[in-house]
């Protein structure tokens, strides 16, 4: 496999064969703006914020469309692509309304290394890693100079509020499309799409009702790839102190999930999918995604426990299965067990046979 050799900005990077400019740029860790690509899903080419300019190559293509060549020249800086930026910036900034709804768009806080933020190029927007900050536009305004576009939207939408984790506020949407493709291609579920035209078009369900009363399952997806915040946790933004890959507890397809851990150190109530897991490829339900808080419930057992004298006490894990053990050895052959759904195969394979011995 030949690798290719560009230049970006002046310096060399390596990508292999059918890489696109776009990847390379990531590589290298360029802050060039890509609002509607999900690092993780093919690109969709609506966006137009991803300009470059290529030595010997008419006009300003999109980086996340243009296949990389061996020996391509390419610059995210030049005065023309910048101006052109700029101004494709400003317009995606005049879908707005004020931001006043949406306080993360105005911050421009972004996710470092998230996949909603950088392509898993880390930390290149160098924001800070606030949970809830899905603030791309903001992030690449702030970075061309955009401070308020010239013209106001003429739509005026109410928030739907009524899904229980979620918002969609579409009056800070940018009709990127990225929701419409996670809930058609990646849940397979299909409860939104893009309803209308001209200045009237916005993300709706079937009927332009309210989510609620839709096929939504709230899986999340959609709130995931969302690049402003128009579709974001209804959870109050939080520092986050640390990110965790594991598996999510609820059953036993074992689908990987990024928890959030809060400066607070509580976990943050939406967790990320994680695409690279070959149980979920990056889907997840409602209970992965926004599920994982009960590990804070107060009557969580926490501490192994027996019951004496009908009461439960706290003891040792030697004296637990000591307990356990002897309860079923005294009652052999006739006891059953009731498994959870949260088990693995393998666990619902060994509690059956040790109720057969
Ligand atoms: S939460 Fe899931 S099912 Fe609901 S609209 Fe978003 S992607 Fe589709
Ligand atoms: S809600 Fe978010 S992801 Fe969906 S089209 Fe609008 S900006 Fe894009
Ligand atoms: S990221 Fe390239 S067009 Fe949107």
Request: glycine letters at 10%.
């Amino acid at each position: 496999m030949r690798v290719m050799k560009l230049s970006i900005d002046d310096r060399v990077v390596d990508v292999p064969p059918g890489a696109t400019v776009l990847e390379a740029v990531n590589r290298l860790g360029v802050a060039l703006p890509q609002l509607c690509k999900d690092p993780d899903r093919s690109p969709l080419g609506a966006c137009r914020t991803c300009l470059v300019h290529v030595e010997d190559m008419r006009g300003t293509p999109a980086a996340c469309h243009l296949p990389a060549r061996d020996g391509m020249v390419i610059s995210t800086t030049h005065p023309d692509v910048v101006r052109i930026r700029s101004m494709v910036l400003e317009l995606t900034r005049a879908m707005l309304s004020s931001g006043e709804r949406s306080p993360m768009i105005e911050a421009g806080a972004g996710f470092p290394g998230d996949r909603r933020t950088s392509g898993g190029i880390g930390g290149h927007f160098g924001a800070p890693d606030v949970l809830g900050g899905f603030g791309q536009l903001g992030d690449a305004c702030s970075r061309h100079e955009v401070a308020r576009a010239r013209w106001e939207p003429m739509h005026r939408f109410e928030p739907d509020v009524s899904k229980s984790f979620f918002t969609l506020d579409r009056e800070a949407c940018i009709l990127c499309g990225r929701c419409t493709v996670a809930c058609d291609d990646v849940q397979k579920i299909g409860a939104i799409s893009m309803l209308g035209r001209g200045h009237a078009m916005k993300v709706g369900v079937a009927g332009d009702a309210l989510m609620s009363s839709s096929v939504c399952t709230s899986c999340g997806q959609c709130v995931a790839t969302c690049p402003t915040g128009a579709l974001r946790p209804k959870e109050e933004p939080a520092t986050v102190a640390r990110r965790v890959e594991t598996t999510c507890p609820y059953c036993g397809v074992g689908c990987g999930i990024e928890v959030h851990v809060r400066d607070d150190r509580r976990l943050a109530v939406m967790a990320d999918d994680v695409p690279r897991n070959r149980s979920s490829e990056g889907m997840l339900c409602v209970k992965g995604r926004f599920g994982t808080g009960f590990v804070h419930a107060r009557d969580r057992i926490v501490r192994p426990m027996v019951r004496r004298d009908g009461a439960w006490r706290e003891t040792s894990w030697d004296d637990a299965l000591d307990t356990a053990a002897a309860g079923l050895a005294r009652h052999r052959g006739k006891f059953a067990a009731l498994a959870s759904a949260k088990a693995t195969n393998e666990d619902g394979y060994l509690i059956q046979k040790l109720c057969r011995i």
